[in-house]
């Protein structure tokens, strides 16, 4: 069984210039960064779609429950970023469109290898766009690394034991949309 797949490339000029005006959005929250020793404690994040806010309470464990995700306010910020969301529903026949979350890895850091859990993880196919990325960065897995360039579409299982790592001198920015469709990506 594969855990990666590429799919095809997609312009993300647009969503680039978008994060350069909203800085203020990464790490507006923390849930999967703190609190605990977290794989991701290296990261930053911009939920731009997942649970309301107004379900958390202090614990994301209970935040990553079944629910029906919502835009957050910073999705008024990102409007390219919503709009590739839902183009992405309609290529890859997406029946729900669930969390949205882009993350941003600093150089020579890493997301430390884990397996994620909880209802996104597996509810919903997963889909990453590589909006900022270079050779010397990987998607890593047991059976391979996934090494994409800037706009590379693809589809991940995260619910098998993975890492990102960043050797390189640049910071890597991915944006993950979660989306339960009937389409067989193994």
């Not at 882009?102 to 850091?109: A, F, H, I």
Request: charged content about 25%; some cysteine; proline content about 3%.
């Amino acid at each position: 069984m594969i855990s990666f797949k590429y799919l095809f490339n997609t312009d993300v000029s647009q969503i680039v210039e978008e994060l350069s005006q909203a800085e203020e959005l990464w790490d507006e929250h923390t849930y999967r960064t703190e609190g605990y020793i977290s794989p991701h404690r290296h990261t930053s994040d911009i939920f731009v779609r997942f649970n309301p806010v107004d379900n958390y309470k202090d614990d994301f464990s209970l935040f990553n429950v079944p629910h029906l995700s919502a835009w957050y306010e910073g999705a008024k910020l990102l409007p390219s970023v919503k709009k590739l969301a839902l183009e992405l529903m309609a290529q890859l026949g997406g029946e729900i469109l669930g969390g949205v979350l882009m993350t941003r890895l600093p150089p020579g850091k890493e997301i430390y290898n884990h397996i994620d859990g909880g209802f996104h993880a597996g509810f919903y196919d997963k889909f990453l766009v590589n909006i900022k990325c270079n050779q010397d960065q990987a998607f890593v897995f047991d059976e391979g690394n996934l090494i994409n360039a800037v706009g590379d579409v693809s589809w991940f299982r995260n619910d098998v034991n993975h890492a990102v790592t960043n050797n390189s001198d640049e910071e890597r920015i991915s944006l993950i949309v979660c989306i339960k469709t009937e389409k067989e990506f193994q």
